[in-house]
């Protein structure tokens, strides 16, 4: 079973943004045309970093209009989900390594009345996943090892990505597939022709010489390139 591509959406992480002017870079990154910005939420022990806690997010939320989700790389998310909701995110992502009761940890963010999405490292099988699928709006599948940006890209993950496709298609769910870590000009084709639709962008769209817009036009297009030729 077959299903057409689904929308392509550029979701840039603000890592590597100006964090004394978060609200302006957020603005900017709007301009530019992105579909929804990424927080990278990092608590120092699930990943080796610090970055955001939700009240930097409800800073910047009256900066844009576009969505905000938080990628929570932290352990227990259940207990600070409900504040990242509150902060202004419509979509919460949660890795399976990160909760001992993962069902319960998506249940309760979803009667926040936001979207519950799960991560997965690299070297966590997609059967982790499986039983929870009608729960998410999205699997992220990581491409690098999280906790630091600007890593190179891990491409043995497209058919990971390929795979969850079309066990999402076989069972007729409506559930995107982002990608996250080292996608760039070089790398997005690859990561779209698999099956992903949202695809995060950090270091690549910051230090394109054209600047921001050029680099969000350059990363779609060729993302949706990818997914009209239909390569795996």
């Not at 392509?8 to 964090?19: E, H």
Request: charged residues 20%.
């Amino acid at each position: 079973m077959t299903a057409s591509p689904r929308p392509v959406q550029i979701a840039p992480s603000v890592l590597p943004a100006d964090f004394s002017r978060l609200g302006e870079e957020c603005a900017a990154l709007e301009e530019a045309g992105v579909d929804r910005i990424q927080w990278d939420v990092m608590d120092g022990q699930f990943v080796p970093n610090l970055t955001f806690g939700p009240d930097v997010i409800a800073a910047c939320r009256s900066a844009v209009t576009i969505p905000f989700e938080a990628h929570l790389m932290v352990n227990t998310p259940e207990v600070l989900a409900e504040r990242y909701v509150e902060a202004g995110c419509n979509l919460l992502l949660v890795h399976v390594e990160s909760t001992v009761h993962l069902h319960r940890c998506l249940e309760q963010i979803r009667s926040t009345g936001a979207g519950a999405g799960v991560a997965l490292n690299p070297s966590t099988p997609l059967h982790a996943v499986e039983h929870i699928l009608d729960l998410v709006e999205m699997v992220l599948v990581m491409t690098v090892n999280p906790g630091f940006g600007g890593q190179a890209y891990i491409p043995t993950m497209e058919p990971k990505v390929a795979a969850l496709r079309q066990m999402i298609v076989d069972r007729g769910l409506d559930v995107d597939i982002e990608v996250d870590g080292g996608i760039g000009p070089s790398t997005i084709a690859g990561a779209a022709a698999a099956g992903a639709n949202v695809l995060v962008a950090g270091s690549a769209l910051y230090r394109d010489p054209q600047g921001l817009a050029h680099a969000v036009t350059d990363l779609r297009d060729r993302a949706e390139a990818a997914q009209s030729a239909g390569t795996r």
